[in-house]
């Protein structure tokens, strides 16, 4: 397997990016622009929430970014009775040598599919915090430092869903994207059934396209972007006008203006360029902030949302003008 090292040039990332999206797009079909999302939050070194109803591809989703990524690839199935020793593994007792060995839960991996993550109770929830924050979890005092890269691809129900345990905010702060698939048309959805019949099986093949070396060239790529001063201000009064707007609880923390600039420049080197314009900073904020914003309460029985709050402060905050950088 061959391919370009992009380390020193940001704009190679876009080739690098179609080859993974075509790799998984012959697994999930027609939901490119979402699965473009999701490959920016991997290529911002960040953690993706899934959120939607089953059987819209989220798992499928998930197992084909770490086949055409080169990932180790475990999966944990989130129940009520999942412990947190289940996911992060525990230390068990060798008679013969009279030691306790550590063995490692599915959290040790280069992508890690935590699903139905809303499926299982808070202190289980939480075991992935240090994870996803850290990069290491803490077992009997014992820290142990994950793989690099590391990245969690959760799938979650709606919270209306039956069964299902709303995830606090301090865990949904550390998802860097929140994206949804919705239901296919029905052309795709057709496209879906021709293809199972034609293929005559149920896996589908998906080429691997780098490794988890390759992948970390590309994050090192991605960090080479320039984002202009205009940009950055534009990032933060964006979050900045989610904390005043009338039907917010609470608005976005710094973490939401951090995580529009990541984002908005991995979403810049997917499309070929080398620095972010306003533009990208739109196209993601829909996925970086929504999940951030509580509404308040009494609100619940109307139509407002983080994503309507997102949508209202994108139309009424200025964006700067789009201008390439002086080089």
């Not at 970014?65 to 593994?89: H, I, V």
């Not at 068990?92 to 060995?101: H, I, N």
Request: glycine share 6%; hydrophobic share 45%.
């Amino acid at each position: 397997m061959t391919h370009t090292d992009p380390r020193t040039d940001p704009t190679q990332v876009a080739d690098f990016a179609e080859r993974v999206l075509d790799e998984v797009g012959r697994a999930v079909v027609g939901k490119r622009e979402v699965l473009a999302l999701v490959l920016a939050g991997i290529l911002a070194k960040g953690h993706v929430l899934l959120e939607d109803f089953p059987g819209l591809g989220k798992t499928l989703a998930a197992r084909s970014f770490a086949r055409a990524l080169g990932l180790e690839f475990s999966r944990a199935q989130f129940t009520p009775d999942l412990l947190p020793a289940d996911l992060t593994g525990s230390y068990v007792y060798d008679q013969r040598r009279a030691e306790f060995d550590f063995r490692a839960g599915p959290v040790f991996a280069g992508l890690l599919l935590a699903d139905e993550i809303n499926r299982t109770p808070p202190k289980t929830q939480a075991a992935l915090l240090e994870a996803m924050q850290e990069g290491q979890v803490t077992v009997e005092g014992q820290t142990h430092a994950l793989p690099s890269p590391f990245h969690v691809l959760a799938t979650a129900n709606p919270v209306e869903y039956e069964g299902t345990y709303p995830l606090p905010e301090a865990q949904l702060d550390r998802f860097l994207l929140r994206v949804g698939f919705g239901y296919p048309s029905a052309s795709e959805e057709y496209d879906v059934l021709r293809r199972r019949l034609d293929r005559q099986r149920e896996e589908v093949d998906v080429a691997q396209v780098s490794d988890a070396s390759g992948l970390a060239a590309v994050q090192a790529a991605v960090e080479q972007v320039v984002v202009d001063e205009s940009v950055a201000r534009y990032c933060v009064a964006l979050v900045t006008a989610t904390r005043d707007h009338a039907d917010v609880l609470t608005g976005a923390s710094p973490r939401g203006s951090l995580g529009l600039v990541l984002t908005a420049r991995a979403w810049a080197a997917i499309r070929g360029r080398d620095f972010v314009v306003p533009e990208d900073v739109k196209v993601v904020a829909r996925a970086v902030l929504a999940h951030r914003i509580t509404v308040k309460p009494d609100l619940w029985m109307t139509q407002a949302s983080g994503t309507r709050v997102v949508d209202a402060v994108l139309s009424s905050v200025a964006a700067p003008r789009t201008l390439e950088p002086h080089r």
